[in-house]
Each structure stands twice: as C-alpha cells, then as structure tokens.
C-alpha cells in the first residue's frame, strides 16, 4: 500500500503558488487551472492568506482568506476577512487534510487580530463526491471550523437564510476589543433585504 504523505505551508506568496502544480481534481468551485490562478491573485494581496497541502509538488488542497465582497454588509468593518474557500483533491479527501490546513492557519498570528467569516452555501458543496446529505455536510464543516475557535452565529444575510443548511460560522481574535466585537455584533441583523 502506497502511504500518503502531506505537508501544509503557509500563508504561501505567489511565487511559490507558481512553482507548484495543481492536482486537476480541485475543481469543485471552478476548474483547478483557475483555481490556481485565484489562489495566485488572493496571495499577491497583503491582508489576504492562501495556506496549502502540498505532496510531491503538487497542490492537493488550500484554504484562502479575502477581504469580503464590498457589495456585502462584512466589508463595512475592516477587521473582518472571510475564509473564501477550503477545498480538498477528492483523492485526499477524509484524512485529515482541511483539519491541518485549519490548525495550521489558525496558528498564524493573522487570525487573533480579525473576526474571520465562514458563509457556508450548500449550493457550493459536493454531495455528490461525498455521499454526505446536505446536514451531515453542514455537520462535517462544523466539525472542521469548530475545534479551531469558529463558532455558529444567527443573521439575516439574506444569502445565508436563502437556504436552511446554510451556516455562517466566525472566529473572533483574540485581540479583538469590546468595542470590535459589539461592531460585529451590529451587523449580524441589519434587517436588510435583497430588493
Ligand atoms: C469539506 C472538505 C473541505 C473536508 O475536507 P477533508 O480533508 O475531507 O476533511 P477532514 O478529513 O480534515 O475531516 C474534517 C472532519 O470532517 C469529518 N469528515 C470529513 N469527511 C467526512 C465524510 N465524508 N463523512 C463523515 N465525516 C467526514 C472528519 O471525520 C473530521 O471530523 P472529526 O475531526 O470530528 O473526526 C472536503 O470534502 C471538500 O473539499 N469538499 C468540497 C469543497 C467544500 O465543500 N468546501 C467547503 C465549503 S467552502
């Protein structure tokens, strides 16, 4: 039996993203070439993280932190970064891989002075390579984010009342004061409405 054997660097810059190649199954938000290249964009940036697992030089799962959409109501507060995406090579996946990509970003200094967001659509999820319901879906992100500080927060984003499995999780850093955190707790219901 072939042992498999990763290792997770992080946050990585965009010269050694380019040095790297993608497994081609990471493709669950959009094919893994341009995956890479968003990976590539969101590492250039200077607030912005890309942590990955890498075996045999090949990119084999990440997790990206970006500034969030300035369309939505979590760009008002600039301590706010949203985890954009955790995504896993469905050849590597159940072994722990996005729970050390998870420990590993967890345990750089970045995420103690933001409120990290996790906006979890069950559009985006893949039932199908899992063979997870949409429930026991949401239960594996939350089993995932959970043990690394993200706890489960109630708001009226639209998109995220959109659809019961939804779940919007964040972490909030330790060197968050009061007075950032009760600003976070202000935009969790704003009462806005898509039209
Ligand atoms: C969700 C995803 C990131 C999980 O990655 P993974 O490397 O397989 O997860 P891990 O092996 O680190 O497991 C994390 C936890 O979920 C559980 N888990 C993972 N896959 C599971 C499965 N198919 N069935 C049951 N539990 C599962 C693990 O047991 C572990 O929980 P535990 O620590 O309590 O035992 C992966 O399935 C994936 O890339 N999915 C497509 C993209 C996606 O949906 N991303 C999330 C939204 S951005």
């Known amino acids: 039996m072939i042992e498999k054997t990763f290792l997770v660097e992080g946050p990585v810059t965009s010269e050694r993203l380019s040095e790297l190649d993608i497994d081609p199954d990471i493709k669950n938000f959009r094919p893994a070439h341009i995956q890479k290249k968003a990976l590539t964009q969101i590492a250039s ?3 912005e993280k890309v942590f990955i697992a890498v075996s045999q030089e090949k990119i084999i799962g990440y997790v990206a932190f970006h500034l969030p959409h300035e369309m939505t109501r979590w760009s008002k507060l600039p301590f706010i970064i949203e985890l954009g995406a955790i995504e896993i090579s469905p050849n590597w996946r159940y072994c722990g891989v996005a ?3 998870m ?3 967890a345990a750089h200094g970045f995420m103690e002075n933001h ?4 906006l979890e659509y069950a559009w985006h999820w893949d039932l199908k390579g899992t063979g997870l319901d949409m429930f026991s879906y ?3 992100l939350y089993r995932l984010f959970s043990p690394v500080g993200f706890e489960v927060f109630c708001t009226d984003d639209p998109d995220i009342i959109e659809h019961p499995a939804n779940i919007f999780m964040a972490r909030i850093g330790k060197n968050i004061t009061e007075e950032k955190k009760e600003q976070f707790m202000d ?3 704003t009462g806005e409405k898509w039209f």
């Open 45 to 47: 940036g200077e607030i």
């Open 99 to 101: 729970k050390a990509l």
């Open 103 to 105: 420990i590993a970003a």
């Open 115 to 118: 409120v990290v967001t996790s």
């Open 138 to 140: 949401q239960n594996v």
């Open 187 to 189: 935009l969790l219901f």
